[in-house]
């Protein structure tokens, strides 16, 4: 299995961006995918959740409303949509996949892990 994630960057306070992990090596619509993030100094925290058909999605209180996580199964692709960005977003951004939606909230029991992309806010 291989998580290939982009789109990170820099940008100021209030931009956007778009994170994309692309996956290979597995049947993507058989996995929920999620989002993990971790600052200089500071444990992997999780993000955001979707399960396999999309039709599922859970966010941090900290993104809720700002945040939005998708999926195109054709394309093997999650996406997160990421606006009203704020320097505590700041971080190495990861994407996740787990064939159980539940584990995808809980970085300790993750399947599989993908390289991950700096995202930096600056005001």
């Known amino acids: 299995v291989q998580l290939q994630a982009s789109g990170g960057g820099s940008v100021q306070v209030g931009g956007s961006l778009r994170l994309s992990c692309a996956a290979s090596?597995?049947?993507?619509?058989?996995?929920?995918m999620g989002w993990f993030r971790q600052a200089p100094g500071k444990e992997r925290t999780f993000v955001a959740a979707?399960?396999?058909?999309?039709?599922?999605?859970g966010y941090t209180d900290s993104v809720n409303g700002r945040f939005t996580i998708s999926r195109d199964n054709a394309k093997n692709t999650v996406y997160l949509q990421m606006d009203s960005l704020k320097p505590r977003d700041t971080a190495v951004y990861y994407c996740?996949?787990?064939?159980?939606?539940?584990?995808?909230?809980?970085?300790?029991?993750?399947?599989?892990w993908g390289e991950g992309t700096q995202v930096t806010v600056s005001s």
């Open positions: 090596g597995m049947t993507f619509s058989r996995y929920a």
């Open positions: 996740a996949a787990d064939d159980n939606y539940w584990h995808i909230y809980n970085s300790e029991a993750v399947d599989y």
């Open positions: 979707i399960n396999w058909t999309g039709g599922s999605t």
